[in-house]
T-cell receptor, first 114, second 114 residues
Framework: DQQVKQNSPSLSVQEGRISILNCDYT??????FLWYKKYPAEGPTFLIS?????DKNEDGRFTVFLNKSAKHLSLHIVPSQPGDSAVYFC?????????????FGTGTRLQVTL | AAGVIQSPRHLIKEKRETATLKCYPI?????VYWYQQGPGQDPQFLIS???????DKGSIPDRFSAQQFSDYHSELNMSSLELGDSALYFC?????????????FGEGSWLTVV
């Protein structure tokens, strides 16, 4: 049972445009959400997170939006750069402030073209 | 800034052998997590430790065991290795004092069972 879903396995975006990566979850107990970027054979690199008490968090070119009622979150990257090409994982956890494990989505491979 | 350190980075073992992976969390981090990522899969949570005590357990086989030591480093012991244990093993750490649960990952240890 995949509690965190990324329905788009891949996405191709032109350099300079906006990349939008989507993530849906089913567990209503999740209250902390994170996005990670991963290159092959490397560890996931933390990008940005959002707590369930917020609906938006912005950090430079990265913005995460959370729609709790729809159990949906999205990562916006603008402007997209070729170096953003990687696999992006959405992850969720229960219990902010506790040693809660992350549940990962299946990932979306982003390709930023010139 | 110091990151999560994992060793060895690559390991080749034969079936039925034993392997030990080591993880050194980010300084001052009090929680360590182990994840397993098989080929083409999303990272799966294995086990976690908070202040040297096991805090959560995921899909960790009985053949595997782990512990966190007084210096907060952790070791994942895998015995009676099977071909299906071949995967990328990530260690991650976090500090609950930040109020969130941002988890930072190491570069991973590649285990190949032949």
């Amino acid at each position: 049972d995949q509690q965190v879903k990324q329905n788009s396995p891949s996405l191709s975006v032109q350099e300079g445009r906006i990349s939008i990566l989507n993530c849906d979850y089913t567990n209503s107990m999740f209250d902390y959400f994170l996005w990670y970027k991963k290159y092959p054979a490397e560890g996931p690199t933390f990008l940005i997170s959002i707590s369930s008490i917020k609906d938006k968090n912005e950090d430079g070119r990265f913005t995460v939006f959370l729609n709790k009622s729809a159990k949906h979150l999205s990562l916006h990257i603008v402007p997209s750069q070729p170096g953003d090409s990687a696999v992006y994982f959405c992850a969720a956890s229960e219990g902010t402030g506790t040693a809660s494990k992350l549940t990962f989505g299946t990932g979306t491979r982003l390709q930023v073209t010139l | 800034a110091a990151g999560v350190i994992q060793s060895p980075r690559h390991l080749i073992k034969e079936k039925r052998e034993t392997a030990t992976l080591k993880c050194y969390p980010i300084p001052r981090h009090d929680t360590v997590y182990w994840y397993q990522q098989g080929p083409g899969q999303d990272p799966q949570f294995l086990i976690s430790f908070y202040e040297k005590m096991q805090s959560d357990k995921g899909s960790i086989p009985d053949r595997f065991s782990a512990q966190q030591f007084s210096d907060y480093h952790s070791e994942l012991n895998m015995s009676s290795l099977e071909l299906g244990d071949s995967a990328l093993y990530f260690c991650a750490s976090s500090f609950l004092g930040t109020g969130g649960n941002t988890i930072y990952f190491g570069e991973g240890s590649w285990l190949t069972v032949v």
